[in-house]
T-cell receptor, first 112, second 113 residues
Framework: KQEVTQIPAALSVPEGENLVLNCSFTDSAIYNLQWFRQDPGKGLTSLLLIQSSQREQTSGRLNASLDKSSGRSTLYIAASQPGDSATYLC???????????FGTGTRLQVTL | GAGVSQSPSNKVTEKGKDVELRCDPISGHTALYWYRQRLGQGLEFLIYFQGNSAPDKSGLPSDRFSAERTGESVSTLTIQRTQQEDSAVYLC???????????FGPGTRLLVL
């Protein structure tokens, strides 16, 4: 059974700092890995999707890496802004499974 | 274009009542998913529809839960004889095809008193 863990559970940084969020998964036979952000009271917004054959994906100030063999992914946020404050979720599609398995998220607060 | 929409946005019901939640996926998306998020917990998969194939119901927690989808359109999630532990946010997502980027609706917040 696939299990996804995210650390830290919560993080507070001052504006402008670069930061890294971590995600680990137990079954390396993944099809892809996705990062989402969730704002309070709202649904999830897809940030990046990395196929199992890829090592990283970039979108603006976000960079996600994937090391499938070690079961790890990181989300790097450059020059953080208060608007980045949200919960960040990592999720994986495993093999032929038809569903995403989610981590419990990292709650990020970027302070002025 | 329009995203995934869900209704109602909030629902308060009494224990033992039935509730029906609705999801309108993005037009043209063949895959549709339902998830549940209890307070302070991660998202739990409930059910997955892909086109006209038989749905994957492996995440439904009990036989009180059921879902339907007609073709590639609207889906409804029904919870019969609601219990307090059913209180959660129910999220719907759709994707162009299975295993690709999922687009989520805003969710339905269900409170069972």
């Amino acid at each position: 059974k696939q299990e996804v863990t995210q650390i830290p559970a919560a993080l507070s940084v001052p504006e402008g700092e670069n930061l890294v969020l971590n995600c680990s998964f137990t079954d390396s036979a993944i099809y892809n890995l996705q990062w989402f952000r969730q704002d309070p009271g709202k649904g999830l917004t897809s940030l990046l999707l990395i196929q199992s054959s890829q090592r990283e994906q970039t979108s603006g100030r976000l960079n996600a890496s994937l090391d499938k063999s070690s079961g790890r992914s990181t989300l790097y946020i450059a020059a953080s802004q208060p608007g980045d404050s949200a919960t960040y979720l990592c999720a994986v599609f495993t093999g032929t499974a038809s569903k995403l398995t989610f981590g419990t998220g990292t709650r990020l607060q970027v302070t002025l | 274009g329009a995203g995934v929409s869900q209704s109602p946005s909030n629902k308060v019901t009494e224990k033992g009542k039935d509730v029906e939640l609705r999801c309108d996926p993005i037009s043209g998306h063949t895959a549709l998913y339902w998830y549940r998020q209890r307070l302070g917990q991660g998202l739990e998969f409930l059910i997955y529809f892909q086109g006209n194939s038989a749905p994957d119901k492996s995440g439904l927690p009990s036989d009180r839960f059921s879902a339907e989808r007609t073709g590639e359109s609207v889906s409804t999630l029904t919870i019969q004889r609601t219990q307090q532990e059913d209180s959660a946010v129910y999220l719907c997502a759709s994707s162009l095809i299975g295993q690709e980027t999922q687009y989520f609706g805003p969710g339905t917040r269900l409170l069972v008193l």
